[in-house]
């Protein structure tokens, strides 16, 4: 390696001054004007992993999801399509925070001996960033790196966030008997398309979906694969909404999965007409949130919790017909912000296990990922459904004793290749329920009806220093600061049936309350209750 070149790149793109930077759940993830030299960083980093992996390519997304326009954030992602590997989390937020470009350069040289990691070995990065302005510079900030370390690399260019992980699982696996699919955006097309006709197994899709796709990069990644699908093998109408990328200020405004999922409301210039399905997509299309114009409840949200019960009562019975019951252990992955009506309907309708995990998808994705089949979403729409090889296996192989098995088998077989098994994809979401409402000849009221939630409240609460709440008991409980715990504790007490936790937001210097009750105003009042307390001891 040539230190000179290395520090010439680096002092191009400085880090700013006085500012911590840390590795989270979404990455490094901030305003735009910050990340410049985050983003080179991040390609030092990525370098190193993939040269610690002997050389097999490592994914870089340059995105901010659902955040406003002028933010940005810069995710590395391992071989197989999922989150970086933990441990290499404080690795980078290592290497992001060296001072100056010389101290940089030493934790870099550090951190590769210090791992083992032959610098002249090759290496190799494939990225690809969302329809955010500062995306651009962001990318030649990270080339930039990679330039100055000798690290080959592929710009993919504009991609939904799912998209680039399927290629990164794509580049490693190209060639082998686990082949993931074509390495290119078309491929990823073609796979979904063929995928979905397969899975529809001559069914036909009624009726009409909107799609809002939040003026991010779901819009025009949609249209595209729109232009594949054959509509009159599927009998798919969609249409795409909010999917103007040319003005970045209505990016995620007033509109959009988070949108949806936290105000409750369709979003404002899309107008719910009945007989008609509705979905909003997040800014880097890997949320999925449906809804509808009920009738008589008005507005009606279907959300992660919803999608991962159809998805569980879906498989779960295509593997009873498949006469697999005994053989393949399906479970269904949770966070502490999903719906105990979903919960409970899951476990004793669905009769399905469910585990708890800590939030963020990392968490869910390595639970799921320990059953045959493991269904997981977090509530806001993120998540997927994993198969192990052995299980994609079976479907393949297995002799079929009967009709009805064998069309079960040949739709598993159809679901595992339309599901995005690196990570929770909006686009494969959404194609994977509407092909199980045109199975089970649902609407969304038909669907709506599976369980009824249980009133809720999600409360945001800003305190000096979030780290000091510190969770336990994936995240249902404070192990600190000592003796909040009891006072929730007693304050859940006094409701029949309710619940309630706090934890310190791993996205946002705040803390987020939940409560769930029986009643809307017990809901209200618990999660109220619950904030005072949380306040107190973090002020
Ligand atoms: C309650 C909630 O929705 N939390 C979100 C949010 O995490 P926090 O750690 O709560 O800030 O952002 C994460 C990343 O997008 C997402 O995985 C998670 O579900
Ligand atoms: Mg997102």
Redesign the pocket.
């Known amino acids: 390696m040539d230190d000179s070149k290395f520090l010439e790149a680096s002092a191009k793109h400085p880090i700013v001054d006085n500012h911590v930077y840390k590795y989270?759940?979404?990455g490094f993830r901030m305003k735009a004007d910050l990340l410049p030299g985050v983003s080179f960083r991040v390609g030092l980093i990525a370098g190193l992993r993939s040269r610690k992996l002997n050389g097999q390519a490592i994914g870089v997304m340059i995105t901010a999801?659902?955040n406003p326009a002028a933010d940005n954030g810069v995710k590395i992602v391992d071989p197989m399509g999922e989150m970086l590997e933990q441990d290499w989390e404080s690795h980078a937020t290592l290497l992001v925070n060296a001072p100056t470009h010389e101290e940089l350069l030493e934790t870099y040289k550090n951190l590769a001996s210090q791992l083992k990691i032959d610098l002249a070995s090759p290496g190799r990065v494939v990225y690809g960033r969302d329809t955010r302005p500062s995306g651009h510079s962001l990318a030649a900030a990270l080339a930039a790196a990679l330039e100055a370390t000798n690290t080959e690399y592929t710009d993919f260019k504009i991609l939904t966030t799912p998209q680039l992980h399927y290629l990164t699982r794509c580049v490693n696996t190209e060639g082998t008997p686990k082949a993931y699919g074509e390495v290119s955006e078309a491929g990823y097309y073609n796979k979904l398309s063929e995928a979905f006709v397969r899975a529809l197994r001559g069914r036909q899709i009624q009726g009409h979906l909107v799609v809002d796709c939040a003026n991010g990069v779901g819009g025009p990644k949609l249209s595209e694969l729109l232009k594949v699908i054959p509509k009159d093998k599927t009998g798919f109408n969609a249409k795409v909404a909010n999917d103007d990328v040319l003005r970045p200020e209505v990016l995620n405004l007033d509109c959009g999965a988070d949108f949806v999922?936290?105000k409750q409301r369709a979003p404002p210039n899309v107008k719910p007409a009945a007989d008609t399905r509705y979905c909003s997509l997040d800014g880097d299309a890997d949320?999925l949130i449906y809804y509808m114009a009920d009738p008589e409840a008005g507005f009606f949200m279907l959300d992660g919790d919803r999608i991962s019960s159809l998805n569980a009562s879906f498989i779960g019975d295509l593997v009873r017909s498949a006469g697999l019951e005994d053989d393949i252990r399906i479970g269904v992955v949770q966070?502490a912000?999903a719906n105990g009506a979903s919960t409970t309907y899951i476990e004793k309708n669905l009769q399905l296990p469910v585990v708890f995990t800590p939030?963020?998808?990392k968490h869910l994705h390595h639970a799921a990922c320990q059953f045959d089949i493991g269904v997981y979403f977090?509530?806001?729409g993120?998540g997927t459904v994993v198969f192990s090889q052995e299980a994609l296996r079976v479907f393949r192989e297995k002799e079929p004793q009967s009709p009805a098995q064998k069309d079960a088998l040949e739709t598993l077989a159809a679901v595992g290749d339309l599901i995005n098994q690196t990570v929770g994809d909006a686009i494969s979401d959404m194609l994977m329920v509407e092909v199980i409402l045109a199975h089970k000849g649902w609407s969304l009221q038909d669907w709506a009806t599976t369980y009824t939630d249980l009133p809720n409240r999600?409360v945001r609460v800003e305190v000096a220093n979030k780290d000091i709440f510190e969770a336990t008991d994936a995240e249902r409980r404070l192990s600190h600061p000592p003796g909040a715990q009891d006072e929730i504790d007693q304050c859940v007490r006094k409701y029949t049936t309710a619940r309630s936790f706090a934890?310190?937001?791993?996205?946002?210097n705040?803390c987020?309350v939940?409560a769930e009750a029986a009643t809307r105003h017990e809901a209200d009042e618990l999660a109220n209750k619950v904030a005072n307390i949380i306040k107190q001891f973090g002020s």
């Open positions: 989270g759940t979404a999801s659902h999922k936290t949320r966070t912000y939030t963020g998808v977090e509530a806001n993120h999600l934890r310190a937001s791993g996205t946002e705040a987020r939940y």
